[in-house]
DNA sequence: TACAGATTGCTATGATCAATAGCATTTGCT
DNA sequence: AGCAAATGCTATTGATCATAGCAATCTGTA
């Protein structure tokens, strides 16, 4: 059976991304957390007080598809919402929230280990600049903050 | 604006999927085809008479859910059924099936040109290698993701 | 041949995720 | 004061994905 699809970078960004991601929310399941939850609660500790759209804007999310989000972390007592304006609310994480986040660090931390040592060694180096290049696009008039 | 999420490699990978599978889509819309259908055209083109569920299996698409993108597309003549069995039956590309394909795979091509030359050149032999490694190890674990 | 088990295509259903339009309130700027 | 933009939100839609279950059919084996 021919796959005539599996030469194809955009096809294989697309499995590979697709299962990757299954595979971590099944790592994540035991801390009763998915991958989008767990990239919330680490924007918000390296960025503690950020607004709600920031973390939108950060995440790639919608606005509207962010309120959802955050009500839902927050009924689970991971986050506190702080109004800072009429209409911003700052982001911080609980302290279960921080008990979590160190949960979710080390089961992705060792969730990214392992994604690189499914690559060659000599093939490991080049796997984050390949996949910044391929993003790329929506970042280069991102601003000029961080991209480190 | 501290960003501790475009180190990780997996959730590079997620936002490049979704960037480009957004961006495929976009240049695909013209010829009123979305990146499924397209990669079902290439699959049976490559594989002319394949079963229902073969081409399910081969594209990570559970049973259930091929019934609709077949009919889908069958519904635009771009596809045949023909029974083999009393419970199989073969796709086909019909006439209409093969002209669109031949513009599919002129704006894949095109697409995917443009996404290796995103990478820096000397990178560029490594994407597909790589982006192989990450996929297949993760299907180890045949196949599916089921939460608790 | 007869039967158990697997396969196929299908319906129905629910969960997740993303995208749009529109709204009231508030802020910033002129 | 007045106006444009931003913020959080509701509501809705569509796409994707997974599960359970079903009738019909095929396959392998006793």
Sequence with gaps: MQDPL???????????????IAELNQRLA????????????????ANPGLTQSDAARMLGIQRAN??????????????VRERVDGRSQAL??????????ARVLAVIHAFEASLLERVPADLRPHVVPILRHL??????????????
């Design 6 to 20: 599996s030469s194809l970078p955009g096809y294989l960004l697309r499995r590979a991304s697709s299962s990757l």
């Design 30 to 45: 035991g801390i009763d957390v998915n991958h989008t939850d767990a990239s919330l609660l680490i924007l918000i500790d």
């Design 66 to 79: 962010m309120v959802g989000l955050v009500a839902r972390v927050e009924g689970r007592g991971l986050l």
């Design 92 to 101: 911080l994480l609980s302290t279960d929230g921080k008990a979590v986040l």
């Design 135 to 148: 993003w790329g696009e929506g970042r280069e008039n991102a601003g000029g903050s961080s991209f480190a």
